[in-house]
């Protein structure tokens, strides 16, 4: 039985070669077969049969049992692509952990003085990404400031920050009141939340030390009009952000949300 080009292709990009392919097929059909067997069904040389056959038990494609000549056995296509998804899971692993120790190596040696002090963020999917790293990444203490133009968006840090919680990290949310009640309700599980009136900007302050700062945008597109922000790990921008964050959360036009539908006044 042979196997359509397109199916034959897709195999190939398995990492199976067309001698592989043709034997494999051979197996299904004709079940527990040797090689001699297998070269004749499959009408691949006597030569190369074996090799291809020892690869497909190396891949997980056939099993083998070590007998007098050896006898192979195809294992079930969702078994066999379930074990090479599972190689290839494994190997990929490795290759990132060798990759990451040596990158990182060389990465460190440049020196803390020759790194950028601030990165711009663009665009909406790159700035949620960065907050959501910054938050799951706090040890001591989260100062978040949501204005409205995030409010749409305040759902997704809900479980994020219940984990960062449960590690004891001390959360405090400033929100604007364009923030929905049960969104609120939400954050206020997990932090102690106040609101303001007004508020024209955000962002995320980490242990004092990680910030990102929204600096508006809006609309569609790749253009002037899309969401902007930067994210720095620097000690004096995240302590000047820090020290901002503190006279809004004590301002007296910030109120101390109550839990209930009610507020009550901050101090």
Wanted: a neutral charge.
């Amino acid at each position: 039985m042979s196997v359509s080009d397109r199916a034959a292709t897709a195999l190939e990009g398995l990492g199976l070669t067309k001698t592989e392919i043709r034997s494999y097929a051979a197996l299904l059909e004709g079940g527990t077969m040797t090689p001699s067997e297998v070269s004749k069904a499959a009408r691949v040389p006597y030569s190369k049969v074996y090799q291809a056959l020892e690869s497909l038990h190396k891949k997980g494609w056939v099993d083998r049992q070590r007998s007098r000549p050896t006898l192979y056995t195809a294992k079930p296509p969702e078994s066999a692509l379930e074990e090479l998804r599972s190689q290839h899971e494994s190997a990929t692993r490795e290759m990132e952990k060798v990759a990451l120790a040596e990158l990182m190596s060389i990465y460190e040696k440049k020196g803390e003085q020759e790194r950028p002090d601030i990165w711009i963020l663009r665009g909406t999917s790159e700035i949620l990404s960065r907050v959501k790293n910054t938050i799951v990444n706090s040890r001591d203490e989260l100062l978040i400031a949501l204005p409205a133009g995030i409010a749409p968006y305040a759902d997704q840090f809900a479980s994020l920050l219940t984990a960062v919680k449960e590690k004891g990290v001390k959360i405090s949310i400033l929100t604007s009141l364009g923030i929905p009640e049960d969104s609120l309700a939400a954050l206020s599980a997990s932090a102690e939340v106040r609101t303001r009136r007004m508020m024209y900007g955000g962002g995320v302050i980490a242990d004092s030390k990680d910030v990102v700062i929204l600096l508006g945008g809006g609309g569609s597109g790749e253009g002037g009009g899309s969401a902007l922000a930067i994210w720095a790990d620097h000690p004096g921008l995240a302590n000047f952000a820090r020290d901002y964050f503190e006279f809004l959360w004590s301002s007296r036009e910030t109120v101390k949300e109550t839990g209930q539908s009610g507020r009550a006044r901050a101090g």
